[in-house]
């Protein structure tokens, strides 16, 4: 049985007459970057994710290079980062010549750790970008505290969490200075080509980022700072504007089907349950740390119902309350009469927040990545591929590790819970059109693996 790792087709064909008529608009509009599709892409999204202030960019990577830009990042400062994480994190830090400080991460959730975080902030530390790493959030509690505390800007690389909702009901990307989100294929939302997002509630922030992002602009043709062409593309706006409304049932399916991959593992002996940071006789797969470990018995759990791609998200109307972008038309009004006003079917993330979570313990997970570690990662994935299981390992060299970061001189021995998940983690499938069936092919191959 072939599984691939990600399956675009599926929700393609469930959408497209929208996604059709949505490019084919702006085909016959001639608005192909920024403009009127950009502008109410960035109502609705803000209204989504519950923030002031989004502006479309060119993609994940260039949002956090123009979140750097804006705090005033350059030579001389160093901005703290989880050694763990995709390249842009520290890359974009490195491109305006400051020091990316390499701390390691939690054995749970991958995500920054808290105490090394505190102790590695110095006289010239300018910010922290804590990663909400394969759809979970990061602890953003004691981050802010600190911060708030010694002086420093907070970027979130929300990357891989949009719509993640943090304990206190806020969604990533909004609860720091500066949000970074992206839309590249693989994401839960993705575009059809590069794409990304900054948010802010900072109105200073705000009006920076978004002369900054044409190069310092304004009005046209006169430069008041040095920027870069960060500007999103229309089309893209428009591909997301129609997968908007579907972002949360999309997730609450990968949310299921990781629910069904835990108990499929419990019931194979595989695992004694999520949150495990250690290889025994019970655990041989260590399965994603997760908020659901808090919910009743997983042996349970089905995802007969995950939602498909062409079915509503939510009937409910977006949260109110939220503040319009200052250059975008408010809903249901369009700078050009050719683009549909905002969907009224766009939910808020906490709509379909999952009612038995202790209310103590809302940092929900979107599994962008399902990832388990075993101790013989490279001869399993060589097995699953034989059973034509794709998979994938996110990620296989620590920042610390990588040649272009040896100038840095990073110590090789500080990173202990970095270099094993590097050494141990496998992606496995998780999109939201996968069948049971398939997940179980999946599990049943890796017990398999392990009675040889």
């Known amino acids: 049985m072939k599984v691939p790792l990600l399956d675009l087709?599926?929700?393609?064909?469930?959408?497209?007459?929208?996604?059709?008529?949505?490019?084919?608009?702006?085909?016959?509009?001639q608005?192909?970057?920024?403009?009127?599709?950009?502008?109410?892409?960035?109502?609705?999204i803000a209204e989504y994710i519950g923030v002031k202030y989004a502006l479309g960019v060119s993609s994940g990577t260039d949002a956090l290079l123009l979140a750097l830009m804006a705090i005033g990042v350059g030579p001389g400062d160093e901005v703290i980062v989880p050694t763990f994480s995709f390249f842009a994190t520290a890359g974009a830090v490195s491109r305006l010549n400051a020091k990316p400080v390499f701390v390691d991460i939690d054995p749970k959730s991958f995500n920054i750790s808290i105490p090394l975080f505190q102790h590695s902030?110095?006289?010239?530390?300018?910010?922290?970008i804590p990663v909400h790493l394969f759809g979970q959030s990061a602890d953003m509690d004691?981050?802010?505290?600190?911060?708030?505390?010694?002086?420093?800007?907070?970027?979130?690389?929300?990357?891989?969490?949009?719509?993640?909702?943090?304990?206190?009901?806020?969604?990533?990307?909004?609860?720091?200075?500066?949000?970074?989100?992206?839309?590249?294929?693989?994401?839960?939302?993705?575009?059809?080509?590069?794409?990304?997002?900054?948010?802010?509630?900072?109105?200073?922030?705000?009006e920076m980022m978004k002369y900054q992002r044409v190069h310092g602009m304004h009005p046209k043709y006169y430069h008041k700072m040095i920027g870069g062409n960060f500007r999103l593309d229309a089309l893209q706006a428009a591909v997301l504007r129609v997968k908007l409304p579907h972002l949360n049932s999309w997730s609450e399916g990968r949310k299921n089907n990781a629910e069904l991959y835990n108990s499929l593992f419990l019931k194979a002996g595989l695992s004694a349950g999520p949150g495990r940071t250690a290889f025994d006789r019970q655990n041989r797969v260590l399965l994603p740390d997760s908020i659901y470990s808090n919910t009743p018995s997983l042996s349970s759990t089905s995802n007969s119902n995950t939602p498909q791609s062409g079915s509503p998200s939510n009937s409910n109307p977006p949260k109110s309350g939220s503040t319009p972008n200052s250059n975008t038309?408010?809903?249901?009004?369009?700078?050009?009469?050719?683009?549909?006003s905002s969907h009224s079917t766009i939910p808020s993330a906490s709509t379909t927040q999952n009612s038995t979570i202790p209310s103590s313990d809302l940092r929900s997970h979107i599994y962008n990545q399902y990832v388990i570690r075993v101790e013989k990662r490279d001869a399993l994935r060589d097995f699953l591929a034989k059973q034509e299981i794709a998979t994938e390992i996110y990620y296989p060299v620590p920042f610390h590790r990588q040649e272009c970061f040896a100038y840095l001189k990073p110590s090789q021995t500080a990173f202990p819970v970095a270099d094993s998940v590097a050494e141990h983690s496998l992606a496995l499938p998780i999109f939201p059109e996968l069948k049971e069936h398939q997940i179980a092919f999946v599990v049943e191959s890796i017990a398999q693996f392990f009675r040889q």
């Open 9 to 29: 087709h599926p929700q393609y064909l469930a959408l497209k007459s929208e996604l059709d008529a949505a490019v084919l608009r702006v085909a016959a509009s």
């Open 31 to 44: 608005h192909f970057i920024l403009g009127p599709e950009v502008e109410v892409f960035e109502k609705e």
């Open 121 to 128: 902030i110095h006289s010239h530390t300018k910010a922290v």
């Open 142 to 206: 004691p981050v802010m505290t600190i911060a708030r505390e010694r002086g420093i800007k907070v970027i979130e690389d929300a990357a891989q969490a949009i719509g993640v909702q943090y304990k206190d009901g806020r969604q990533v990307g909004t609860i720091g200075d500066i949000g970074c989100f992206s839309f590249f294929p693989s994401k839960n939302l993705g575009g059809y080509g590069d794409g990304g997002l900054v948010t802010t509630n900072d109105p200073d922030l705000y």
């Open 329 to 340: 038309p408010s809903l249901g009004t369009s700078k050009d009469s050719n683009i549909p």
